[in-house]
């Protein structure tokens, strides 16, 4: 379809809300800095952009990001935009084919010439034994120079990727495939402890929109405040404005809006609404609608693990 056919889709989609729903452009299809896909990229901001709306929008990439982009992105006038270069530093072309140099130096350029539009790190994948040595830590550290704000996260090590590395004889890191990201305890406190003691320019955080808030200076539209302990290393600035924005939904109205999307609301407490029956596209139209988080009865997120996989952290009987 044509790029404004594919506006006109999202747009018109029911669980679209305008000036709320975050969008990420191309993100589980290809990069959206190569040559023949930049143009459609630019095209679509601009289109959803000459629409008033002021939307965040999340261009993920690992490519090349030129001075002439940077004047495109800062063209743009209503969208909060966030380029978000993602450099994970593994030199293992079998498991990471693009050179993350490419990353680095896209970092440097986009952040020099960025005025409307902000930066963020995407320091990711970071998995034990491949990229997390002093060294990799030390150019993590050196990269969060060049961003308004840095996300450190681990792999999802879905099945498909656990088939890719069996399949060409690669050591596998994990057990299991899980279904969310791994990121053990040990090495997000060893990453922390290192952080702690070298200059970083930009703030850590555990959560893609926590940086992205920060990086625009508003509170988190996707209400991480109630998971109180992934606040423990945000800017003071911004835990006060999730803060300020963070409010219980009404029970009433979040059991009828549960209701209405086919599932049901099983309690509110002061970590997350919790529902039945609705799945994850469903959960994120009532999340950005209350700036609350929406969890899954059946796949509930553990205090201290931040929404990750098991892997990695310890047992309740062990931490007892």
């Given at each position: 379809?044509?790029?404004?056919?594919?506006?006109?889709?999202?747009?018109?989609h029911?669980?679209?809300?305008?000036?709320?729903?975050?969008?990420?452009?191309?993100?589980?299809?290809?990069?959206?800095?190569?040559?023949?896909?930049k143009?459609?990229?630019?095209q679509?901001?601009?289109?959803?952009?000459?629409?008033?709306?002021?939307?965040?929008?999340?261009?993920?990439?690992?490519?090349?990001?030129?001075?002439?982009?940077?004047?495109?992105?800062?063209?743009?006038?209503?969208?909060k935009?966030?380029?978000?270069?993602?450099?994970?530093?593994?030199?293992?072309?079998?498991?990471?084919?693009?050179?993350?140099?490419?990353?680095?130096?896209?970092?440097?350029?986009?952040?020099?010439?960025?005025?409307?539009?902000?930066?963020?790190?995407?320091?990711?994948?970071?998995?034990?034994?491949?990229?997390?040595?002093?060294?990799?830590?030390?150019?993590?550290?050196?990269?969060?120079?060049?961003?308004?704000?840095?996300?450190f996260?681990?792999?999802?090590?879905?099945?498909?990727?656990?088939?890719?590395?069996?399949?060409?004889?690669?050591?596998?890191?994990?057990?299991?495939?899980?279904?969310?990201?791994?990121?053990?305890?040990?090495?997000?406190?060893?990453?922390?402890?290192?952080?702690?003691?070298?200059?970083?320019?930009?703030?850590?955080?555990?959560?893609?929109?926590?940086?992205?808030?920060?990086?625009?200076?508003?509170?988190?539209?996707?209400?991480?405040?109630?998971?109180?302990?992934?606040c423990?290393?945000?800017?003071?600035a911004?835990?006060?404005?999730?803060?300020?924005?963070?409010?219980?939904?009404?029970?009433?109205?979040?059991?009828?809006?549960?209701?209405?999307?086919?599932?049901?609301?099983?309690?509110?407490?002061?970590r997350?609404?919790?529902?039945?029956?609705?799945?994850?596209?469903?959960?994120?139209?009532?999340?950005?609608?209350?700036?609350?988080?929406?969890?899954?009865?059946?796949?509930?997120?553990?205090?201290?693990?931040?929404?990750?996989?098991?892997?990695?952290w310890?047992?309740?009987?062990?931490?007892?």
């Open positions: 379809m044509s790029d404004a056919e594919a506006v006109e889709l999202l747009t018109e029911r669980y679209f809300r305008p000036h709320v729903t975050p969008i990420q452009l191309l993100n589980r299809a290809t990069d959206p800095m190569l040559p023949k896909v143009p459609h990229t630019f679509v901001l601009k289109l959803l952009d000459e629409r008033g709306l002021t939307n965040h929008v999340l261009v993920i990439t690992r490519w090349r990001v030129e001075p002439e982009d940077c004047g495109v992105l800062n063209s743009i006038t209503n969208l935009v966030t380029v978000l270069l993602t450099h994970s530093g593994i030199d293992d072309p079998r498991i990471e084919p693009v050179d993350s140099a490419i990353a680095a130096h896209s970092l440097q350029t986009a952040f020099e010439h960025a005025s409307r539009y902000r930066v963020v790190l995407y320091w990711r994948p970071i998995v034990p034994g491949l990229n997390d040595s002093m060294t990799h830590l030390r150019q993590g550290f050196e990269l969060s120079h060049y961003a308004h704000a840095t996300v996260t681990g792999l999802f090590f879905k099945d498909q990727i656990r088939d890719y590395y069996r399949a060409h004889g690669l050591p596998e890191p994990y057990s299991e495939g899980v279904r969310r990201k791994v990121f053990p305890e040990a090495l997000e406190q060893r990453i922390l402890k290192a952080a702690k003691a070298t200059r970083t320019e930009s703030p850590l955080f555990r959560k893609t929109s926590c940086a992205v808030a920060y990086a625009h200076a508003l509170a988190d539209y996707n209400g991480h405040y109630g998971i109180r302990e992934l423990d290393i945000c800017p003071s911004q835990v006060r404005r999730c803060a300020q924005a963070w409010h219980r939904p009404e029970e009433r109205q979040a059991a009828d809006l549960a209701d209405e999307l086919g599932g049901r609301l099983i309690e509110i407490n002061d997350a609404v919790v529902v039945a029956g609705l799945d994850e596209q469903r959960r994120y139209y009532m999340q950005h609608g209350h700036g609350y988080q929406v969890h899954d009865i059946d796949n509930p997120h553990h205090p201290q693990r931040h929404g990750r996989a098991d892997l990695g310890p047992s309740k009987r062990e931490t007892q």
